[in-house]
């Protein structure tokens, strides 16, 4: 048994289908001699199919960012045209008959392991270059790494060094009984995704594994526990069975709350919306009870094809959504990319820091066009239902202005084109940077409604990347700070008059709704998976105890004294 770390419940069992990259071991399959010319074609191969790509991408960032960002990729040109670098490789094939991969790996591990040792930030940015050149030719000499098709005869366990919202954008939902990556946070899109799938993910096995996993294993997940077997024996497999089985016969009792209305014991209403990722998710929307969508995030929409989807390719899905709502609330949050979510046909310059870089609102302010394409979509789909407008990743004052405007743009022009829309249509933003949250009544001004992503901010309060599995421990929102931080907005949104809810995975933690219930929140928006879950502790739950709780807890100095409070009020709940 080998423990990571759970970051989507459930237990998955079945063979295991591997994703390779870069830092995977390849075998060291030898080269036949008669195949030496083959070998030699694949690698030029691989290489003119590199540089084309590199060439593409130059003229791509040339044209939307500009010439500065684009000149990195001749930098990665020249690392292919140059005379040692490949000399290298092509000796290794040459004289001991190694796949052509094998012999890229291992110049590029030298070369890398060189320019590391200087201690100087030039050299190492080189190595960094080194290595991505590197992985775009091994993509093209072990097939397409994103595009790497599963099997499609037999449902698999996913295993990969780790995965991008992107990639598990393009996979078959049924076929994926669960997923399995080295690196990667709890946080992450990919682990949101998951949940929102209902397929278990298990995180940062990296370093902990005796041997690579190979397709075909047999492999046990259990999500929650974080745990994972590779071909274990009969009486594992039987035990895993049994609990596979009361985990989805309490996942049916659940289904019971669905229509029962989400009151405490004494008698407090609170609104339990869902987040989807997918118009598909819809039908469970309803099918669960939810008040509404409280966060539909559109960036999905755009990443499961080649080219950005147009303003009625938009418009039929956000139509749809609001229809099948029968009037409940639906929250469209515009596109939320950057970070760790990126579109493969809209190559975007590196960044050290992508989470502080350009994402979100950032994105849609520095390309207007996509953007009130977008409104359009969204204001048109406004008439088939109770359809409102969420920005993200909001900063400042500007921001929030500088969008409005684009929406009013966007409401002349369909009005110019004689289309019908909600011209009251409420426009919301998400609370998850920390400026936001402290100037949340200044911003309320400008708005109906906020929603805080707690997601994002409690990786920006507490300076803890959401996606990184070595620091994962640290990604703590019982924080004492996280909790005066979201009693601040609350507070001024009351003061102001300005509902807030709550769209981040906080939300449907059981373990914070006390807390919730204590600061006032009445608005939560959770994954469809675990809002049954949320529920029904909400249905045992007493809203005049939480508001004593969180007097309690507001003086804490310590995560594990909040901790140890709420421990103990859960026999009173
Ligand atoms: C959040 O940050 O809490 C949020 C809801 O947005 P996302 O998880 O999509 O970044
Ligand atoms: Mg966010």
Known sequence: MIRGIGASDGIAMGKAFMIPTWEWDFPEKMVDVTDLAYEFERLYDGIRSSKDELKLIKQEIHEVVGQEESNIFDAHLAILEDPIFMNEIQGIIERQYKAAEVAVKEVIDKFVGMFDLIDDEYMKERALDIKDVGNRLLKHLLGDMEENVPPTDYPYILVAKELTPS??????????????????????????????????????????????????????????????????????????????NNWLEFKESLQELSNVPPITMDNKMISLHA????????????????????????????????????????????????????????????LDIGGDKKLDYMPMAKEDNPFLGYRAIRISLGRKDLFKTQLKAILRASVFGYVRIMYPMITTLNEVKEANAVLEEAKQELSDLGYDYDSNIEVGITIEVPAAALIADV????????????????????????MNENIAHMYDPFHPAIIRLLKHIIDAGKRVGVPVGVCGELAGDIRALPIWLGLGFEELSISIQTLLHVKHRLLSSNYANCKKLVESILVCKTSQEIHNLLNDADQVF
Request: proline share 4%; glycine share 8%.
């Open 275 to 334: 987040n989807i990722n997918s118009f598909k998710e819809i039908d469970q929307v309803v099918r669960n009870g939810a008040s509404g969508v409280g966060l539909f995030r559109t960036e999905y929409l755009y990443m499961d094809r080649d080219s950005l989807p147009s303003e009625d390719e938009q418009f039929e899905v956000y139509k749809h959504a609001a229809a099948k709502l029968n009037g409940l609330p639906i929250v469209i949050r515009t």
């Open 443 to 466: 911003l309320a001004s400008e708005v109906n409604f906020l929603s805080i992503g707690t997601n994002d901010l409690v990786q920006y309060v507490l300076a803890v990347d959401r």
């Open 167 to 244: 990639q598990l954008a393009h996979l078959d939902p049924p076929k994926v009984l669960g997923l399995v990556t080295m690196v990667g946070g709890t946080h992450s899109h990919v682990a949101i995704m998951a949940r929102a799938m209902s397929v278990p993910l298990i995180i940062g096995l990296e370093g902990k594994l005796l041997r690579p996993i190979q397709n075909g294993d047999f492999l046990i997940i259990d999500g929650q526990e974080g745990t994972l077997y590779i071909n274990p024996d009969e009486a594992t497999i039987e035990r895993y069975k049994a609990r596979k």
